[in-house]
């Protein structure tokens, strides 16, 4: 059974950073191929962020625009948790963060309904 465990959500004036954790179990890939979305109130689902590890050990991160260069994406493989490093945060970033797992390896962030495992999420709000 794959469980996702999100934190490090909280409260943040604007410019500040979080550091948000996923904590998995149970999935095949261990953090590979894993992801970050957020969904704020009225609206969709989102990508954020994404990583791919390719048979080589090459590894590629992918970024919605709208957080490139303000947010990174990592993993520690020893600790089966992935990052979402996020700095000069912004009132627009406010929102429920998940990470999420596709059921099989895939490339690029995609869209949500390509993803089968969900963390319960961890609320983020930047203040003006």
């Known amino acids: 059974q794959v469980q996702l465990v999100e934190s490090g959500g909280g409260s943040v004036q604007v410019g500040g950073s979080l550091r948000l954790s996923c904590a998995a179990s149970?999935?095949?890939?261990?953090?590979?191929?894993m992801a970050w979305f957020r969904q704020a109130p009225g609206k969709e689902r989102e990508g954020v962020a994404a990583?791919?590890?390719?048979?080589?050990?090459?590894?590629?991160?992918y970024y919605a625009d709208s957080v490139k260069g303000r947010f990174t994406i990592s993993q520690d493989n020893a600790k089966n948790t992935v990052y979402l490093q996020m700095n000069s945060l912004k009132p627009e970033d406010t929102a429920m963060y998940y990470c999420a797992a596709p059921l099989l390896p895939r490339v690029g962030l995609g869209k949500a309904y390509e993803y089968n495992y969900w963390g319960q999420g961890t609320q983020v709000t930047v203040s003006s």
């Open positions: 990583i791919y590890v390719g048979t080589m050990g090459s590894f590629y991160q």
């Open positions: 149970g999935y095949r890939y261990g953090t590979n191929y």
